[in-house]
Protein backbone atom coordinates (compact mmCIF):
# COMPACT_ATOMS: atom_id res chain seq x y z
CA UNK A 1 0.00 0.00 0.00
CA UNK A 2 2.64 2.21 0.90
CA UNK A 3 4.45 1.89 -2.59
CA UNK A 4 1.58 2.59 -4.22
CA UNK A 5 0.71 5.74 -2.41
CA UNK A 6 4.38 6.46 -3.17
CA UNK A 7 4.88 5.77 -6.72
CA UNK A 8 1.21 8.10 -6.71
CA UNK A 9 2.35 11.24 -5.48
CA UNK A 10 5.58 10.34 -7.72
CA UNK A 11 3.49 10.62 -10.74
CA UNK A 12 1.52 13.63 -9.11
CA UNK A 13 5.09 15.27 -8.44
CA UNK A 14 6.31 14.37 -12.32
CA UNK A 15 2.44 15.61 -13.47
CA UNK A 16 3.35 19.73 -12.35
CA UNK A 17 7.06 18.97 -13.27
CA UNK A 18 7.88 19.37 -9.76
CA UNK A 19 9.98 16.28 -9.86
CA UNK A 20 12.10 17.05 -13.04
CA UNK A 21 15.43 18.06 -12.27
CA UNK A 22 16.59 21.38 -13.71
CA UNK A 23 19.26 20.40 -16.48
CA UNK A 24 19.89 24.26 -17.70
CA UNK A 25 23.38 24.78 -16.73
CA UNK A 26 22.94 28.39 -16.52
CA UNK A 27 20.02 29.00 -14.57
CA UNK A 28 21.45 29.36 -11.38
CA UNK A 29 24.00 31.45 -13.13
CA UNK A 30 23.36 35.66 -12.46
CA UNK A 31 22.66 37.19 -15.90
CA UNK A 32 26.15 39.18 -15.97
CA UNK A 33 27.97 35.77 -15.81
CA UNK A 34 25.87 34.35 -18.46
CA UNK A 35 26.29 37.60 -20.68
CA UNK A 36 30.26 37.11 -20.40
CA UNK A 37 30.04 33.20 -21.38
CA UNK A 38 27.83 34.12 -24.09
CA UNK A 39 30.35 36.74 -25.11
CA UNK A 40 33.03 34.03 -25.97
CA UNK A 41 31.10 32.21 -28.16
CA UNK A 42 31.56 32.78 -32.07
CA UNK A 43 28.36 34.36 -33.77
CA UNK A 44 27.17 31.21 -34.90
CA UNK A 45 27.28 29.18 -31.83
CA UNK A 46 25.61 32.26 -30.24
CA UNK A 47 22.84 32.28 -32.80
CA UNK A 48 22.43 28.36 -31.91
CA UNK A 49 22.49 29.36 -28.32
CA UNK A 50 19.48 31.44 -28.59
CA UNK A 51 17.57 28.72 -30.14
CA UNK A 52 18.19 26.64 -27.11
CA UNK A 53 15.15 27.83 -24.94
CA UNK A 54 13.26 31.35 -24.32
CA UNK A 55 15.15 32.19 -21.40
CA UNK A 56 18.61 31.32 -23.22
CA UNK A 57 16.97 33.95 -26.56
CA UNK A 58 15.94 36.13 -23.47
CA UNK A 59 19.47 36.57 -21.73
CA UNK A 60 20.77 36.79 -25.72
CA UNK A 61 18.58 39.49 -26.39
CA UNK A 62 19.00 41.30 -22.92
CA UNK A 63 22.83 42.22 -23.59
CA UNK A 64 23.53 44.87 -26.12
CA UNK A 65 26.58 43.83 -27.35
CA UNK A 66 25.13 39.80 -28.12
CA UNK A 67 22.23 41.40 -30.01
CA UNK A 68 24.49 43.33 -32.35
CA UNK A 69 26.68 40.60 -32.69
CA UNK A 70 23.63 38.44 -33.82
CA UNK A 71 22.63 40.73 -36.10
CA UNK A 72 25.64 41.48 -37.82
CA UNK A 73 26.00 37.97 -38.15
CA UNK A 74 22.45 37.27 -39.54
CA UNK A 75 22.67 40.48 -41.80
CA UNK A 76 26.62 38.84 -43.75
CA UNK A 77 24.28 35.73 -43.74
CA UNK A 78 21.55 36.55 -45.80
CA UNK A 79 23.93 38.97 -47.82
CA UNK A 80 25.94 35.61 -48.96
CA UNK A 81 22.68 34.33 -48.94
CA UNK A 82 21.70 36.29 -51.79
CA UNK A 83 24.98 37.11 -53.48
CA UNK A 84 24.74 33.11 -53.76
CA UNK A 85 21.04 33.21 -55.50
CA UNK A 86 21.83 36.14 -57.53
CA UNK A 87 24.98 34.64 -59.22
CA UNK A 88 23.33 31.68 -59.59
CA UNK A 89 20.44 33.58 -61.35
CA UNK A 90 23.14 35.34 -63.64
CA UNK A 91 24.98 31.96 -64.41
CA UNK A 92 21.49 30.50 -65.54
CA UNK A 93 20.82 33.37 -67.48
CA UNK A 94 24.28 33.55 -69.19
CA UNK A 95 23.75 29.97 -70.16
CA UNK A 96 20.60 30.27 -71.88
CA UNK A 97 22.19 33.38 -73.98
CA UNK A 98 19.77 35.51 -72.41
CA UNK A 99 22.60 38.24 -71.57
CA UNK A 100 21.95 39.48 -75.15
CA UNK A 101 19.03 41.21 -74.69
CA UNK A 102 19.80 43.33 -72.03
CA UNK A 103 22.95 44.88 -74.13
CA UNK A 104 22.57 48.49 -75.50
Known amino acids: M ?19 PNL ?3 ANLPVEVTHSI ?6 NSLLNAARVSKEWFYV ?7 R ?11 RKDC ?8 TSIKSRGEEDDYSA
Open 83 to 90: SKKCWTLW
Open 38 to 43: FRMLDP
Open 68 to 78: ATARRHLRKEK
Open 24 to 26: DPI
Open 60 to 66: CRGDSHL
Open 2 to 20: LARSMKLFGNLISLFGLGK
